[in-house]
Each structure stands twice: as C-alpha cells, then as structure tokens.
T-cell receptor, first 113, second 116 residues
C-alpha cells in the first residue's frame, strides 16, 4: 500500500524566514496531495492541495510543488509568522477519488519572533 | 459548507465498558466516511473506511470486533469501541468526502477518549 514519508519532524525558524517541508510517496497511482495544519486538540485544517496534473500551486504565502517522476512534494511557507506555529501533515490519496488519505508523520513548525 | 460534526467531543469511561462516537455530515451527503485514530504527538492513522449501507473496510491490525462501525445513512456513521481498555485512549477523528468533490475530505472536530 501507499507509504508517505515526511521530513523534517521538527523545524524551527525565525519570523519572516521561509519554511520548507518535504514528503515522498511510494504509490505511483497516487494523484491527490493535500497539506494540513493541526493545532493541539483540533481537527486537521486543509491549507493547500495539489493534484497530479499540475506541478505547482500557490496561495498567498503558501505554495506546494509536486514532482511526479521523483514521487515527492513539498510545502513552502514564506514570510513565516508566529501563528504559523503548528503541526503540519502531508497526505496522499493512493487511488481514485473517495479513497482514504495516508498521512505523513508530521512536522512541528515553531516560528519565533 | 461541508461541515462534519462529532459527538461527544470528549468522553471518559471505565475499562471494560463500550463507547459510541457519532460522526455526522451536516450539509452534504457522505457516501464514504473514514475513521482515524491519533495518539499524542503522532500522525493520523486510518482505522477503517465506511460506506453507506455496506460493511466497513478495516485497515490491517484494526480489530473489527472491537471497533464496530455502522454507516446506516448518508449523513451518519458511528464508531463503537467495545470493551474499552486504557490503551484505547486516543483522539478519534472522522472525515467524509462529498460526492461533488470526492478528493477533498472534511474532518470532524475529533473525540478525545480516555479509558480509566
């Protein structure tokens, strides 16, 4: 089945710096790659997603890139702010739409002011 | 739109008892719902996929006789933890996909289960 690896597990940056989180997946059939932000005790919140027919997607300070050949995708956060501090999860859908997400292990991002 | 609710938000039960958690899609019909479990400082682990009107599909290592899932309608799925033990204490989160946008999943707020 699908396996999603996520790095790094923790990331500390200064306010205003950029943060990059990387994920790799194993199933070449995977075609949907969302990123979630989760605060302690809360539900995961979708922050950006990308489908396999595009290579990059951007939404203000957040961008995701996808390399299907290498089977990896990355989250880029620019101009980080203290409120960006949270746990970030990548995920992949291994098959057709409506299939369960397989999550990476998460990255704890700390943004210090 | 696309709101998923869960009830209860937290529950404490004694070892050996059963607990039922409800997951509802409030403004859309969810043909498929998913149940995840999340231990402290860990990721979301898929437990089972629930399709309306049919038996749930459990992931490897998840005991189907212990974690009973019922998806009786297009807006409600329930997870019953039977004979709960302290090691079942966890954060249980459901999600649902909308047939209009089947890729995105909408998560419930989660249920914190503590077994004493």
């Amino acid at each position: 089945g699908e396996n999603v690896e996520q790095h790094p597990s923790t990331l500390s940056v200064q306010e205003g710096d950029s943060a990059v989180i990387k994920c790799t997946y194993s199933d070449s059939a995977s075609n949907y790659f969302p990123w979630y932000k989760q605060e302690l005790g809360k539900r995961p919140q979708l922050i950006i997603d990308i489908r396999s027919n595009v290579g990059e997607k951007k939404d203000q300070r957040i961008a995701v890139t996808l390399n299907k050949t290498a089977k990896h995708f990355s989250l880029h956060i620019t101009e980080t702010q203290p409120e960006d501090s949270a746990v970030y999860f990548c995920a992949a859908t291994p098959r057709e739409a409506g299939t369960a997400l397989i999550f990476g292990k998460g990255t704890t991002l700390s943004v210090s002011s | 739109g696309a709101v998923v609710s869960q009830h209860p938000s937290w529950v404490i039960c004694k070892s050996g008892t059963s607990v039922k958690i409800e997951c509802r899609s409030l403004d859309f019909q969810a043909t498929t719902m998913f149940w995840y479990r999340q231990f402290p400082k860990q990721s979301l682990m898929l437990m089972a996929t629930s399709n309306e009107g049919s038996k749930a599909t459990y992931e490897q290592g998840v005991e189907k006789d212990k974690f009973l899932i019922n998806h009786a309608s297009l807006t409600l799925s329930t997870l019953t933890v039977t004979s709960a033990h302290p090691e079942d204490s966890s954060f249980y989160i459901c999600s649902a996909s909308d047939s209009q946008n089947a890729y995105e999943q909408y998560f419930g707020p989660g249920t914190r289960l503590t077994v004493t």
